[in-house]
């Protein structure tokens, strides 16, 4: 299994980024993709995740409105459009995968299985 983030940089307060994530080794049927990120000092937390087979979507209460996860079936691929970017949501994102997950598991870390490498992004003028 691979998950290959990318997408981060550098954006000012009120910006917009995208980061994507391309899926391998997976067996796409019943998978969900997600993000993760890490501030800082903080723990790892939840940020969006679409499964596949449904293209059901999972958000994060504090990035709700402002950030849109979606799939590409034919790249598999997923991204993230980030889109009115606030400092605090500057972090190392990053992408994840499970099976059997549900909207009441999708925020526990420990539910998903396979992770990728981090992207940074950092909001910051």
């Known amino acids: 299994v691979q998950l290959q983030a990318s997408g981060g940089g550098l954006v000012q307060p009120g910006g917009s980024l995208r980061l994507s994530c391309a899926a391998s080794g997976l067996t796409f049927n019943s998978i969900t993709i997600g993000w993760f990120r890490q501030a800082p000092g903080k723990e790892r937390e939840f940020v969006a995740g679409?499964?596949?087979?449904?293209?059901?979507?999972y958000y994060a209460n504090s990035v709700k409105g402002r950030f849109t996860i979606s799939k590409d079936v034919a790249a598999r691929t997923v991204f993230l459009q980030m889109s009115s970017l606030k400092p605090e949501d500057t972090a190392v994102y990053y992408c994840?995968?499970?099976?059997?997950?549900?909207?009441?598991?999708?925020?526990?870390?420990?539910?998903?299985?396979?992770w990728g490498q981090g992207t940074l992004v950092t909001v910051s003028s």
């Open positions: 994840t995968a499970a099976f059997g997950l549900i909207a009441s598991t999708v925020t526990d870390r420990d539910r998903w299985s396979f």
């Open positions: 679409i499964r596949w087979s449904s293209g059901n979507r």
